[in-house]
């Protein structure tokens, strides 16, 4: 088992009147090498538990068991070490730092893994040309389209080999055409032996995976393969 | 991450934002240079005063002593003169004498006098001094002294020579002029072995002196120009043998003389000798003497210098203190105008350790490009001021180069730190969030 939360809840502002539950008791259980789309409407606690499930939060009460290792007692820097090395993430607005080009913000999570120079550069223009960017390496993220910088954002989410892929609307800001470009290579990944996790609110985007899960008023309503879900 | 990685970093981020990293460091540019320019102007101004100090004779002692119950050729400086000629450590002894009158000095249609005025101003009697002559800035500055009073005061001889010790001893009627007044009287004819009258009694010029103004330069500081008055006051000098005293002052006795001591650590151990020796022959109900220790005038200078550089010291502070709140202000600007990116950094893993050297090295690398231009900057400030004032280059100090540069590196990195923190402590979360 990769992913295991076990009654996970998020609740801001407990207790007060304005009490807020973004996960309200879910449990969630993800194999290595899966594919799960986890689908809701906004507000349905999806981006929290992607917040949660990338280490980026932490829940109020509950469990989250990551490879074997309980992550809710970890420190912050032991945080921050699976962050770097476990997880690889993809945002809906791609998130590069603009004062880099494509190749440095690829090599960002190889520079914070204390990797030399030249190893870097070689891990990142091969992630580069996984998401076929090469020649764009050298082209700040201002001077490339969306659909440009979300490659780039998917090879620096690649480049460190993490075990989990998290993709957080990665087609949100982009035409059909592109994001259907991008769920292609996402799909690719995990044909390579990924662990693929895609948060959206779109059914048709969703369909994509073999397994869907989904939210609403931060609980896990559906679980299953496509056909039961969608169903 | 390492060290080198993390200062490319810091680099890149600076450079792709020069307009404001150079604002920010136009604070310590300013400072370090002033800080700089500042101290190097003090140490030229002590350095040109006591080099003023120095060219008016160093290790002189002055002693003044006097006794009614001495009169003629037994007065107390005659043996005070014996006594410091037996003494080891000194090189010289001149009585240092006035004349009580203002004698008129003649040479051809050139006269030269020096008179008190006694002006009555709303009932209070006021003394004045004003000068007759061609002109209002030459007067003279007559002086009765020996062979050795150009050793005892610094004069060097231009021309001709000193006053011979007989001369003294013979009353002769022979002078030595300061550059001054050798210009006043002669203009470019040579003065040697020409007669001056002095109230009508003739002196044969036997020696002119260098002069002692030429190239002073004490700076900006009016508190400092009275030296410079008094150095030119030496040029006007007009040297006649001390014995002339019986001519001129009613054969009263000169009661101040100047020692010249060989060395500055002999001169407390003279200064001592005289006292116990004067404290023998002078009776302090008939009389009174003193023995001025240039020591302890030099002391109260080094003590006044130090006083100075402690001022310029808590302004440099001051200056400092605000050019570093600036740059807090900016990094604290410059955490909340990136706390995307610092979200995004800790999203891909970046630890609090790591967001935290990034900004100090941020803040320590604005610093320190501005501590390098700031010690440009106050070196040719330094330079320039140095050559306007005092007449020479003087280059700042490499230790308090160094401190400036220390000093500066370390502001970057104490108002770096606040800054620093409150960007690492952001949660990933919160972070990503901002825009």
């Given at each position: 088992m990769l992913i295991d939360i076990r009654d996970v809840y998020k609740i801001y502002n407990e207790g007060m009147e304005s009490e807020v539950r973004a996960l309200d008791g879910v449990d969630l259980q993800v194999q290595r090498g899966e594919f799960v789309s986890i689908i809701g409407q906004s507000g349905s606690g999806k981006s929290t538990l992607m917040n949660i499930l990338g280490c980026l939060d932490i829940p109020t009460y509950g469990d989250y068991t990551l490879d074997g290792t309980n992550v809710t007692e970890l420190s912050d820097r032991q945080l921050a070490r699976i962050r770097n090395r476990e997880i690889g993430f993809i945002f809906q607005g791609y998130n590069l730092i603009p004062e880099l080009d494509a190749q440095e913000n690829v090599e960002l999570p190889l520079i914070y893994q204390g990797i030399g120079p030249e190893k870097r550069h070689r891990q990142a223009q091969e992630a580069l040309e996984r998401v076929n960017m090469y020649d764009r390496r050298h082209h700040r993220p201002s001077e490339m389209s969306g659909g440009q910088q979300q490659r780039v954002a998917i090879a620096r989410a690649i480049a460190t080999h993490p075990a989990i892929i998290m993709a957080d609307e990665p087609t949100g800001a982009l035409d059909s055409r592109t994001g259907r470009h991008v769920l292609e290579i996402l799909h690719s990944l995990h044909q390579d032996g990924s662990t693929v996790i895609l948060i959206t609110h779109d059914n048709s985007i969703a369909a994509t995976a073999a397994r869907i899960v989904r939210l609403s008023d931060g609980k896990v309503v559906a679980d299953g393969a496509r056909e039961e879900v969608m169903a | 991450m390492k060290i080198g990685q993390a200062l490319k970093m810091a680099l890149k981020s600076l450079s792709t934002k020069k307009g404001r990293s150079f604002l920010t460091m136009l604070g310590i540019i300013i400072g370090i240079a002033a800080v700089i320019a500042l101290v190097t102007y003090a140490q030229g101004q002590n350095l040109a005063m006591k080099a003023l100090y120095d060219s008016q004779g160093s290790n002189v002692l002055e002693v003044y002593a006097y006794s009614y119950s001495f009169n003629g050729e037994d007065d107390v400086g005659q043996r005070l003169y014996d006594y410091c000629l037996g003494l080891e450590d000194v090189v010289g002894v001149t009585p240092s004498g006035y004349l009580n009158s203002e004698p008129t000095i003649t040479y051809g249609a050139k006269s030269l006098t020096r008179q008190r005025n006694y002006i009555s101003m709303a009932g209070a009697a006021v003394i004045s001094e004003s000068v007759s002559g061609n002109d209002d800035d030459h007067y003279p500055n007559i002086q009765l002294g020996n062979d050795k009073f150009g050793l005892c005061n610094n004069y060097q001889i231009a021309k001709g020579r000193e006053l011979s010790y007989l001369e003294v001893e013979n009353m002769a009627q022979v002078c030595v002029l300061g550059s001054d007044t050798a210009e006043y009287l002669f203009s470019l004819a040579d003065p040697i072995d020409k007669t001056i009258n002095i109230n009508g009694m003739p002196f044969r010029v036997v020696g002119v002196y260098q002069s002692?103004?030429?190239?002073v330069n004490v700076g900006t500081d009016e508190e400092n120009q009275w030296v410079v008055d008094s150095i030119k006051y030496q040029d006007k000098l007009v040297l006649l043998p001390s014995t002339m005293t019986r001519y001129f002052n009613g054969n009263q006795p000169i009661d101040q003389y100047l020692v010249k001591v060989k060395t500055k650590s002999a001169v407390n151990d003279v200064v001592t000798k005289l006292n116990g020796y004067l404290s023998g022959i002078v009776n302090t109900n008939s009389g009174w003497f003193n023995v001025s220790n240039p020591n302890e005038y030099s002391a109260e200078l080094d003590k006044e210098d130090a006083m100075q550089a402690v001022f310029l010291g808590i302004i440099a502070a001051i200056s400092l203190l605000v050019a570093g709140i600036g740059i807090m202000n900016i990094m604290l600007v410059t955490v909340t105008e990136r706390t995307r990116e610092i979200g995004i950094r800790k999203a891909i893993g970046a630890e609090r350790r790591s967001i935290i050297v990034q900004f100090l090295i941020e803040a320590a690398m604005i610093c320190s490009i501005g501590g390098l231009l700031g010690i440009a900057v106050g070196y040719v400030a330094a330079a320039v001021l140095t050559k306007v004032f005092f007449g020479l280059v003087i280059m700042p100090d490499v230790g308090i180069t160094i401190l400036a540069f220390g000093i500066s590196v370390a502001l970057g990195i104490l108002f770096g730190l606040y800054p620093a923190l409150k960007a690492s402590a952001l949660q990933p979360v919160e972070a990503l969030r901002a825009d």
């Open positions: - | 002692k103004s030429a190239g």
